[in-house]
C-alpha cells in the first residue's frame, strides 16, 4: 500500500535578531498561515483515494522532522511513498532547503533546515519503494538540479520530484498544496476518467478555451 508523509510548516514566529545575526543574514522566517489548512487537506484527499495517510506534521523541529523522515522511511520499507511538503524553501550553494521551525536564513541554513538533496539521496539508497517528493515551497525548481547531478537513469532512479516552481521563482499561498488536493479529490469522486496505463492525467481545456 503507498504510505505518505504530509509536512507543513508555516507557523513562524517574529524573533529578535541581534546586530551580528543580521550582519550574517541569520534572520528567521515569516508565517505562512495558508499552509496549515492546505496539508490537513491534502492529507485528507490522499486517504480519499486510499493512500495510507497519517495526521499531517505541522510546525516540527529540526530534530523532529529529520527524525520523522528517517521513521517513514523505514515504515514505507517496500513501498511507495509520498512526501509532501508546504512552506518555505531557501536555497544556499546551490542546494535546496525546507525550513522548519527552528531554521534560520544565512549561514547556518544547512544545520538547521531539511536538505533537500540529501533528502533524495536517503530515498535512492533507503528502504522505501519509489518516493514521489511534491515541493510547495519557492525554488523548488531547485530539487531537480540536484537529480540531474546525480544523471540516475529513468529506470534506475527511485525518486521523484514535482515542484510547485522553477528556481528562484516563488510560490504563493499554497496554491500548489490546494491544486494537488484538488485533483485528488477529482479522481475519489470519479470526476477524471483516468485509465492506469496513462503516465499522466490529460488536459482537457474548458469550454471556450484553446489549448496551446
Known amino acids: 500500500m503507498t504510505k505518505s508523509w504530509v509536512v507543513g510548516a508555516g507557523g513562524f514566529t517574529p524573533r529578535i535578531v541581534s ?13 505562512l498561515p495558508s499552509v496549515a489548512s492546505a496539508v490537513e487537506r491534502v492529507a485528507r484527499a490522499l486517504d480519499g483515494v486510499g493512500v495510507r495517510s497519517a495526521h499531517p506534521l505541522l510546525d516540527p523541529s529540526f530534530g523532529k522532522a529529520t527524525e520523522a523522515w528517517a521513521d517513514v522511511q523505514d515504515q514505507a520499507a517496500g513501498e511507495p511513498l509520498i512526501v509532501h511538503f508546504s512552506g518555505h524553501g531557501d536555497v544556499l550553494h546551490g542546494e535546496l532547503y525546507l525550513a522548519v521551525m527552528d531554521s534560520t536564513q544565512g549561514s547556518t541554513l544547512r544545520r538547521t533546515a531539511l536538505n533537500v538533496t540529501t533528502m533524495l ?28 547531478f546525480r544523471k540516475i537513469t ?51 481545456p474548458g469550454p471556450g478555451r484553446r489549448a496551446g
Open 19 to 31: 546586530e551580528d545575526e543580521a550582519a550574517r543574514g541569520e534572520t528567521g522566517f515569516e508565517p
Open 121 to 148: 539521496g536517503d530515498a535512492e539508497a533507503g528502504p522505501a519503494g519509489p518516493v514521489l517528493f511534491l515541493l510547495d515551497v519557492c525554488s523548488a525548481g531547485t530539487a531537480l538540479s540536484a537529480q540531474e
Open 154 to 204: 529513468d529506470r534506475e532512479r527511485k525518486a521523484w520530484v514535482i515542484a510547485a516552481c522553477g528556481p528562484g521563482k516563488t510560490t504563493f499561498r499554497a496554491r500548489f498544496s490546494h491544486a494537488t488536493a484538488q485533483v485528488l479529490e477529482r479522481l475519489a469522486k470519479g470526476w477524471l476518467d483516468v485509465s492506469p496505463v496513462l503516465a499522466h492525467i490529460p488536459c482537457r
